[in-house]
């Protein structure tokens, strides 16, 4: 008997290690961080600066006058707070290691899967959720993947005990795969990426114009009985209350996935990708469509292109005057570098670091239409912010010292620092960690 608790007991410890840190309590007394520098997320920046925050919501923002009322002083002089950055087009909580089947879940079989909802996979004990928080990401958008239609994302929280905690924004848009006139295939013998006709295009554009006909349809029906819940999922297009995000790189590609949408009544339709986007910035101006970029730190689309174009790409679309945000659409190994590809378009395009800044947090919220309470650090709007030793966009200066998600004190251990910590003592190194 003594052996049996004995085992228990030890696997409980190592258990234990491995477990992320619970989840923040709520905000039990007001908060106000002083002497910052205050990144608002519009381009507005104040120098010594004073935000105050309670019971989740920022009450107050200014300068150094600011009044405090008995709130929990935090002094932050020479640091620097920012809203908390959000990623876009993600699996972050939706898979954990690529090679093991059982962690991955944001795909479904089949072609047309509106009535997917991935928000019901997202996964709050997932190792990688942590990690990306230390870098600033304090919200992601988990996004289905696979076939023509994948579902539904919602937008998360990176910090809950379950998907009913974390959840920002429920179901906030579909995602189509736009079928495109060349395919991509990877050659793994040459480790090379060759391009095919896309024999199945056709046919798979056919059955979007018969599923949205339908959809459309189905949405001018008050009370449909019985429900079909395919199309049910689909109403909110064409209402404007969901997102239509349109994966397309190639410029003939974008044209045409926008034209499709704006023919079947689709409201707010969003190119995500978008690789090509220099070719047809007129066209997307003119149609006043948003665009979620795809990894900047890649090789260009053609091999006749500008080696830097990946790079300048974000101010070129942001000098054209369209909505930009950028994400690693799916390469969620990558997501916790997300503010380092602001940072290089702040470098390569001459962007200034603000208006990179916001392609990261207000750009990204008005996309998916919760500009309302996160995005910026305003008064009303949710306690969600980060406080960093430097420059968020230079991994050099990103120190994250503090990060409150709707006012909560969140707990920055990650199982990037604990092996740290573990190796380094092992082999008797100083601490020369963040």
């Not at 030890?10 to 905000?27: D, E, I, R, T, V």
């Not at 391009?195 to 959809?215: M, P, V």
């Not at 997307?284 to 689309?301: A, D, F, Q, S, Y």
């Not at 500008?306 to 909505?323: E, H, N, S, T």
Request: glycine residues 10%; proline residues 5%.
């Amino acid at each position: 008997m003594k052996k049996i608790t004995l085992a228990i007991s030890l696997l409980a410890s190592l258990n234990g290690f491995a477990q992320n840190p619970a989840p923040a309590g709520p905000q039990t007394r007001a908060v106000a961080l002083t002497g910052a520098t205050l990144h608002i997320g519009n381009g507005q920046v104040i120098t010594n600066g004073t935000i105050v925050f309670d019971k989740g919501v920022i009450t107050a923002v200014g300068n150094g006058d600011t009044p405090i009322n008995g709130a929990e002083r935090i002094d932050a002089t020479g640091k620097h707070i920012y809203p908390g950055l959000i990623s876009p087009a993600a699996t972050v909580g939706l898979q954990e290691f690529a090679s093991v089947r059982a962690t991955l879940d944001f795909r479904e079989t089949g072609s047309l899967n509106p009535n997917v909802r991935s928000l019901i996979a997202y996964n709050t004990d997932s190792e990688v959720i942590p990690t990306i928080r230390n870098n600033g990401l304090l919200m992601t958008q988990a996004v289905p993947d696979g076939g023509v239609m994948a579902g539904s994302s919602s937008v998360m929280q990176t910090d809950g005990w379950n998907w009913e905690d974390a959840v920002l924004k429920a179901d906030d848009g579909l995602w189509l795969q736009w079928p495109g006139y060349f395919a991509r295939s990877f050659d793994f013998e040459t480790f090379g990426v060759s391009l095919k006709k896309n024999e199945q295009r056709q046919d798979a554009i056919n059955a979007l114009k018969a599923t949205f006909s339908d959809a459309r349809a189905y949405a001018d029906l008050k009370n449909p009985a019985p429900k079909n819940l395919k199309l049910e999922a689909m109403r909110g297009l064409f209402d404007g209350s969901r997102c239509l995000y349109i994966r397309a790189n190639y410029g003939k590609d974008i044209i045409e996935a926008v034209r499709f949408a704006k023919q079947m009544g689709v409201k707010k339709p969003v190119i995500v990708g978008a690789d090509d986007a220099a070719r047809v910035v007129d066209f997307l101006k003119e149609n006043n469509v948003p665009v979620i970029l795809g990894p900047m730190h890649r090789l260009p689309t053609l091999e006749d292109e500008d080696v830097y174009l990946p790079y300048k790409l974000p101010g070129i679309l942001q000098k054209a005057g369209l909505l930009v945000s950028l994400s690693y659409d799916g390469e969620w190994w990558r997501t916790r570098n997300l503010p380092f590809q602001a940072g290089t378009a702040v470098g390569f395009s001459g962007l200034d670091k603000e208006e990179a800044l916001k392609m990261l947090t207000s750009n990204t919220a008005r996309i998916m239409g919760i500009d309302n309470v996160v995005g910026t650090l305003e008064k009303g709007k949710h306690a969600t912010l980060v406080v960093s030793k430097g420059d968020l966009l230079d991994m050099r200066t990103n120190v994250i010292e503090h990060a409150f998600i709707q006012g909560r004190h969140i707990n920055l251990d990650d199982k990037h620092k604990r092996l740290y910590h573990m190796y380094r003592e092992k082999y008797g190194q100083p601490d020369i960690g963040k």
